[in-house]
């Protein structure tokens, strides 16, 4: 089974839900695919072995251009620009489609591959990295999954909102834990949440974090919407103490661990 957590809002708890409930589990696997700011090793405190680069290939275009500008016109992510003499290549925009070659009718476009970051991780935990300056993380996401074993419980962070690596973090999830918080913000990003899973048709609960901040909207939207509520976890000084410690609340919480693995059967 493949359980996703994931949010609208970043700092809502997300790698808290993912991280315990992993810990929480018999026989889980735990993907890190906020790959912009990994942080559950930041609770694990593993040694990452096994450190894979991820490359995407960005067009170099050869003497044989006669600057027809095919390939600019049909590069969605304006990582090309045609001039005059010259065909420039904006690596950083590019999303390594393969399109640009395809289009080209003087077969004046080979590729080089760019490194944009790396998966490290080992046996039942894996996150991936995306270089600091670089805008596409998709392909690392992608890497990340590529870790996933099946015979095991999966769990996987996304990254926060609702944008092209959220998706590729989510889609084939059996399941998306939606974290949120009690404020107006919580629920706007979280409504914006719901619909991308509606789209992706992946089912989905809230876990409702800091309860006692806030107010009740998230609860009324919730229940108006029909969306599931799995469990609330309080505003406590206890978890937020052992947060701030890098210490997932359920390893000093035990009662914990059984909340966690009732939100499990539940799901299932
Ligand atoms: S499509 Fe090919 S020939 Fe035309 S500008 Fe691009 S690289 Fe040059
Ligand atoms: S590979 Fe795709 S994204 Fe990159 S420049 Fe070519 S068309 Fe654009």
Redesign the pocket.
């Known amino acids: 089974m493949i359980i996703s957590v994931a949010s609208g809002k970043g700092g809502t708890g997300k790698t808290t839900v993912a991280v315990n409930l992993a810990l929480s589990l018999e026989d889980t696997e735990l993907l890190d695919c906020d790959v912009e700011e990994p942080n559950c090793n930041i609770f694990l405190k593993k040694k990452l072995k096994n450190v894979e680069d991820v490359s995407i290939p960005v067009?170099i275009?050869?003497e044989?251009?006669?600057?027809?500008?095919?390939?600019?016109e049909?590069c969605e992510y304006n990582a090309?620009a045609?001039m005059k003499g010259n065909?420039l290549v904006f690596k950083e925009l590019c999303h390594g489609c393969g399109g640009?070659k395809l289009?080209?009718?003087?077969?004046?476009?080979t590729y080089k591959e760019r490194k944009i970051g790396e998966v490290a991780g080992e046996d039942n935990f894996y996150q991936g990295k995306l270089n600091i300056g670089e805008a596409i993380a998709t392909p690392i996401v992608s890497a990340v999954k590529k870790k996933i074993k099946k015979e095991k419980t999966v769990i996987i962070d996304s990254p926060p909102g609702a944008f092209c690596p959220v998706i590729e973090a989510v889609s084939g999830s059996d399941y998306c834990l939606l974290v949120t918080e009690p404020t107006p913000f919580g629920l706007n990003d979280l409504k914006i949440a719901v619909e991308v899973l509606k789209k992706i048709d992946v089912p989905y609960g809230v876990i409702i974090n800091r309860e006692g901040i806030g107010d009740k909207r998230v609860e009324e939207y919730c229940k108006k919407n029909n969306v599931p509520v799995l469990m609330k976890i309080p505003h406590d000084r206890k978890i937020a103490e052992l947060y701030s410690k890098g210490i997932p609340f359920v390893l000093e919480m035990p009662e914990w661990k059984e909340k966690f693995r009732g939100l499990y059967g539940a799901i299932r």
Do not use: R, Y
């Open positions: 067009p275009i050869n044989k251009c006669d600057f027809c500008g095919k390939c600019s049909f090309l045609v065909v640009c289009v080209c009718p003087k077969d004046a476009i």
